[in-house]
């Protein structure tokens, strides 16, 4: 039997983006506290380090933007905490619509930008193709451009934050596993790990594509099915300026951002892959996330690409590039309180924004974590929201692979 190992005012179990943007505001605002992060590999090396983080402010959910613009507000401070930049690349996004359908929700997503005092402006399709010259541009019906919209290198944005919260008195503990929560009645006491255990005030699950396991520890369905999200990165070619726009093609159910002089580009695959948490290797590099390196799923889908990408039917592939994030039916994140149990808080269900809202996600969980009031609104991201599920049966992972495969908007 293990001895107690330490005790903490809070214990994260899960070091990716949410575990350490919690930790950095939970340092920030309560100094003088004493909060763990566990994690049995390194700091943001799996879904974190796999994200193609575009860190879009402006959705059609109008809940998830004011958990973006603490992002956008918090990587200034960090930079100025580390006196480094993290060089977020401002690249604006182009909205391209090419149906009726598409059209409106564009239009609805202007009328979001000025809610949010966010500049948006309709340009012509001549003015796209200059920014983005891969773009084919003669079926737009309309097109919508967003300059202050940004992307990142998810790792660093992650790493930023943690190693302002290790200034900040956090103690990170990797290549530690948490194997099981402590509970006593209806209360959760702490984690036990493979090095002992940490009792703690309040522990929050962070762990993505794993955090169903410690949910049913508790007796708690958690809501949302580790879902494989794929991208692909070109060879290098000329008609990929390095500071051209994101862009967001509804239209093709795909997306697009400069790398490095290459092509970034996802797509909804026609049969997304949900899997069971409890099939997941620890280490999510040993799963294998497509043996053709997708190449059967873009195939599907590719002519409705091609539409708006026509080089790519030609340019090589260099990189193809897997993970998993945590979907929901509805793709809303599934977060908040723990339902029924008590000192439990779930920061899981990231619906691919993770890296986007990985802000204020941090400050919520934060400030819950220190008995405060959630300063923003999560009612959309209730744990309760579909009743009773079972995470781990084939009707719930087919529900959220398809939440996946029909997304359109961001």
């Given amino acids: 039997m293990k001895k107690l190992y330490k005790k903490a005012d809070v214990v994260i179990i899960g070091g990716g983006v949410f575990g350490c943007a919690i930790a950095y505001y939970y340092t920030r605002n309560n100094p003088g506290k004493k909060i763990i992060i566990l994690d049995r590999n390194e700091l943001c090396n799996s879904a974190t380090s796999h994200a193609a983080a575009l860190v879009t402010k402006i959705r059609a959910k109008r809940h998830f933007i004011p958990l973006s613009l603490e992002t956008y507000k918090v990587v200034s401070e960090m930079e100025k905490i580390l006196g480094e930049s993290m060089d977020m690349k401002f690249s604006g996004v182009l909205h391209l619509a090419a149906s009726e359908a598409r059209e409106a929700d564009l239009k609805e997503l202007m009328e979001i930008a000025k809610e949010f005092n966010q500049p948006a402006n309709y340009i012509s399709a001549d003015e796209a193709h200059k920014l983005s010259p891969w773009l084919k541009t003669d079926e737009a019906s309309l097109i919508g451009y967003m300059p202050e919209e940004a992307y990142c290198d998810p790792y660093l944005l992650g790493t930023f934050f943690s190693r302002c919260a290790k200034m900040q008195g956090a103690e990170f503990l990797q290549g530690v596993e948490a194997t099981e929560l402590i509970i006593e009645n209806n209360d959760i006491l702490g984690v036990k790990t493979t090095i002992g255990d940490i009792i703690a005030n309040k522990t929050i699950i962070a762990s993505g594509a794993w955090a169903p396991l410690f949910a049913r520890q508790a007796g708690i369905g958690l809501p949302m099915a580790p879902t494989r999200s794929q991208y692909w990165i070109t060879e290098k070619n000329p008609i990929f300026p390095a500071n051209s726009p994101i862009v967001l093609l509804p239209d093709a159910q795909a997306y697009a951002r400069p790398e490095g ?150």
Wanted: net charge negative; charged share 20%; aromatic share 12%.
């Fill in 261 to 410: 002089g290459s092509l970034l580009f996802g797509i909804r695959e026609k049969n997304s892959m949900s899997v069971a948490a409890d099939i997941i290797p620890s280490d999510i590099n040993q799963f294998s996330f497509s043996e053709d390196k997708g190449m059967q799923d873009l195939s599907e889908v590719i002519d409705r690409l091609a539409r708006f990408f026509p080089k790519v039917y030609d340019i090589g592939m260099k990189y193809y590039v897997a993970g998993f994030s945590g979907y929901t039916p509805d793709n809303n994140l599934s977060m908040g309180v723990a339902p029924g149990i008590n000192n439990l808080l779930l920061a899981t269900g990231c619906v691919g924004a993770g890296i986007s809202v990985s802000g204020g996600v941090g400050l919520a969980f934060a400030e819950l974590a220190a008995g405060h009031s959630n300063p923003y609104d999560f009612s959309e991201f209730d744990i309760k929201r579909f009743g009773d599920i079972d995470p781990f049966s084939p009707e719930w992972l087919e529900r959220c692979a398809r939440a996946r495969s029909t997304k359109v908007s961001g």
